[in-house]
Nanobody, 114 residues
């Protein structure tokens, strides 16, 4: 069973930056493609970015060029560097596998003020 713990969220002004981190237990975390997802109030959870050992990272069109996903195999973590944040990036951010087959963590709230 993989347990996911997201952190790094907060309140930031438009144009600012945040770095999210996701830690997980279990070796299965290392052997899977990983992704960040987000859910804004009143909306469905959506894909943000994914990272794989077999191909280049993939980004949603809305964040491409502003967000960067990375992973640290030694620390069993996956991170999301978010730059040039916009109010529409406001959401709870989650990490999970690709596709998202593990239980969701509590997520980390990102709020971008205009």
């Amino acid at each position: 069973q993989v347990q996911l713990v997201e952190s790094g969220g907060g309140l930031v002004q438009a144009g600012g930056s945040l770095r999210l981190s996701c830690a997980a237990s279990g070796s299965i975390f290392t052997n899977n493609d990983l992704a960040w997802y987000r859910q804004a109030p009143g909306k469905q959870r959506e894909f943000v970015a994914s990272i794989s050992s077999r191909r280049s990272p993939v980004y949603a069109a809305s964040v491409k060029g502003r967000f960067t996903i990375s992973r640290d195999y030694a620390k069993n973590t996956v991170s999301l560097q978010m730059n040039s944040l916009k109010p529409e990036d406001t959401a709870v951010y989650y990490c999970n596998a690709v596709p998202p087959g593990w239980s969701w963590g509590q997520g980390t709230q990102v709020t971008v003020s205009s």
